[in-house]
């Protein structure tokens, strides 16, 4: 069993930044053949994709937070980042790491996977922004 879990959520003034941090456990030695990635959901709204990262390293993100966020993974240390620069109001919502036999890879399939349960995701962090 996949274990994950998210921490670094927090709250910050529109164009702050935060960096959240998600450590993979259980079957590590098999989670790199996973698509790995950020997904976000507030109440009220549809689960969104964020950001991917391939087994082949490929990256993608969802078109409102290109060019502000970075996702990143440390194989040595079983963890996925997610640095988020300029923030703003529309970027509230708990975020969750996920991990999935997801092909292809991207933000788009992970919200899919992840809502049929095909996927393993851990408790999630909040992340509150203000104006």
């Known amino acids: 069993q996949m274990q994950l879990a998210e921490s670094g959520g927090g709250s910050v003034q529109s164009g702050g930044s935060l960096r959240l941090s998600c450590v993979i456990s259980g079957y590590t030695f098999s989670y790199r053949n996973y698509c790995l990635g950020w997904f976000r959901q507030s109440p009220g709204k549809e689960r969104e994709g964020v950001a991917t990262?391939?087994?082949?390293?490929?990256?993608e993100y969802t078109d409102s937070v290109k060019g502000r966020f970075a996702i990143s993974q440390d194989n040595s240390k079983n963890t996925l980042d997610l640095e988020m620069n300029n923030l703003k109001p529309e970027d509230t919502a708990m975020y969750y790491c996920?991990?999935?036999?997801?092909?292809?890879?991207?933000?788009?399939?992970?919200?899919?996977?992840?809502?049929?349960?095909?996927?393993?995701w851990g408790q999630g962090t909040q992340v509150n922004v203000s104006s």
């Open positions: 990262i391939g087994n082949d390293g490929s990256i």
């Open positions: 996920a991990a999935a036999l997801s092909h292809p890879c991207n933000p788009r399939t992970l919200v899919v996977v992840t809502t049929t349960g095909n996927a393993y």
